[in-house]
């Protein structure tokens, strides 16, 4: 499993934002994300970091971890879902 979505989603607060998410089994971690707000096109939330993912022995993938946010945007592990990745946090 490889793929890229860009997503866009309002915050609770109306801050429009746009992600970035990846998953490729070649990069270090299995995969990384980054958002931004859009009016201010990431000056005032920008956000990066890496997803820690496993592959299982039957091909299923696994999001195990993450780094660069306190808390991953429930919006990014609904979309991995969506796509297949079981979360494993």
Not at 17 to 38: F, T
Not at 54 to 75: A, K
Request: with cysteine.
């Amino acid at each position: 499993m490889q793929f890229n979505l860009n997503l866009e989603t309002t915050l609770p607060k109306g801050t429009r934002v746009e992600a970035s998410i990846w998953v490729d089994r070649s990069s270090q971690y299995g995969g990384g994300y980054e958002l931004w707000d859009v009016p201010t096109s990431g000056n005032h939330i920008y956000v990066e970091g890496h997803l820690e993912l496993y592959w299982d022995d039957n091909g299923d993938v696994h999001l195990t971890g993450y780094d660069g946010c306190f808390e991953l945007p429930e919006f990014i592990t609904d979309a991995l879902e969506q796509k297949g990745v079981i979360i494993d946090l």
